[in-house]
């Protein structure tokens, strides 16, 4: 028996869909074909493979990163896996983005960074060793 695929797709509850969007793209490198609705509150980001969802609330001010209520300030919001850690640690780094945890390889075998986002959300990418 051959083993299933699967992917997901994060939900990540945002003040500006528009603008979160827009650094998606600029700085993380993901793309966009559209937003939904009108005002836009609803888009799907997508880079290699993997889609993030941003969703725009009529109520501004409820995103919640996981790092703002883990008691110890380290939890993130999804992981990533891709293929080189050191490469696009240093992609980001030319782009500006907040790397909140330099590469480095840990104990649970994985190397790998953590950024945090426009709104505050923390990504962390990284590769098996």
């Known amino acids: 028996m051959s083993e299933q695929r699967w992917s997901l797709a994060p939900y990540f509850i945002v003040d500006d869909v528009v603008k979160t969007a827009h650094y998606y793209r600029d700085q993380l490198g993901f793309h966009f074909e559209r937003f939904w609705n009108d005002p836009p509150s609803f888009c799907m980001v997508k880079r290699n493979g993997i889609v993030i969802m941003l969703a725009q609330l009529d109520e501004s001010g409820v995103m919640r990163p996981n790092h703002v209520v883990d008691p110890e300030g380290g939890a993130w919001d999804t992981y990533i896996w891709i293929d080189d850690a050191d490469a696009?640690?240093?992609?980001?780094?030319?782009?500006?983005?907040?790397?909140?945890?330099?590469?480095?390889?840990?104990?649970?075998?994985?190397?790998?960074?953590?950024?945090?986002?426009?709104?505050?959300?923390?990504?962390?990418?990284?590769?098996a060793l």
């Open 88 to 127: 696009l640690n240093a992609e980001f780094k030319a782009r500006g983005v907040k790397i909140v945890r330099d590469v480095c390889d840990q104990p649970y075998r994985c190397r790998d960074f953590e950024v945090e986002d426009c709104n505050g959300y923390r990504l962390c990418f990284g590769h």
